[in-house]
C-alpha cells in the first residue's frame, strides 16, 4: 500500500510562509487526485486543497488566496505553499489521495505564533 511522508512544517510567525512538500511510495502517482489536509487541536481533519492528475487545483474558502497546491509528477512529489500565514492556520498538516486510499503519514507540524 502507498506510504506518504510530509516534510516542511514548523515555526512561523502571523504573515510569513512556509511550504510543504509530500512524497508518495508506490503507486502510479500522477494518476492520483492528491489532497492537502490539516487537523487543529480538538477539531477534525479537514480538505484544505485538491489537485487533480491534471493540475486542475481547488480549495477551501479558509485558504483561498493564500496557499497554492502544486505537483511534480517526475519527482513524485505534492507542494503546498502557504503565504500570509495565520495563528488559526496553526494544525498537523496531512496529503493523501482524494479517496484516501494511501496509509496517512505522521504529518508535519504548522505552528504560526508570534
Known amino acids: 500500500q502507498v506510504q506518504v511522508v510530509e516534510s516542511g512544517g514548523g515555526l512561523v510567525q502571523p504573515g510569513g510562509s512556509l511550504t510543504l512538500s509530500c512524497a508518495p511510495s508506490?503507486?502510479?502517482?500522477?494518476?492520483?487526485?492528491m489532497g492537502w489536509y490539516r487537523q487543529a487541536p480538538g477539531k477534525q481533519r479537514e480538505l484544505v486543497a485538491t489537485?487533480?492528475?491534471?493540475?486542475?487545483?481547488n480549495y477551501a474558502d479558509s485558504v483561498k488566496g493564500r496557499f497554492t497546491i502544486s505537483r511534480d509528477n517526475t519527482k513524485r512529489t505534492v507542494y503546498l505553499q502557504m503565504n500570509s500565514l495565520k495563528p488559526e492556520d496553526t494544525a498537523v498538516y496531512y496529503c493523501?489521495?482524494?479517496?484516501?486510499?494511501?496509509?496517512w503519514g505522521q504529518g508535519t507540524q504548522v505552528t504560526v505564533s508570534s
Open positions: 493523501n489521495s482524494l479517496n484516501q486510499s494511501m496509509n
Open positions: 508506490g503507486g502510479i502517482f500522477r494518476f492520483y487526485a
Open positions: 489537485i487533480t492528475s491534471g493540475g486542475s487545483t
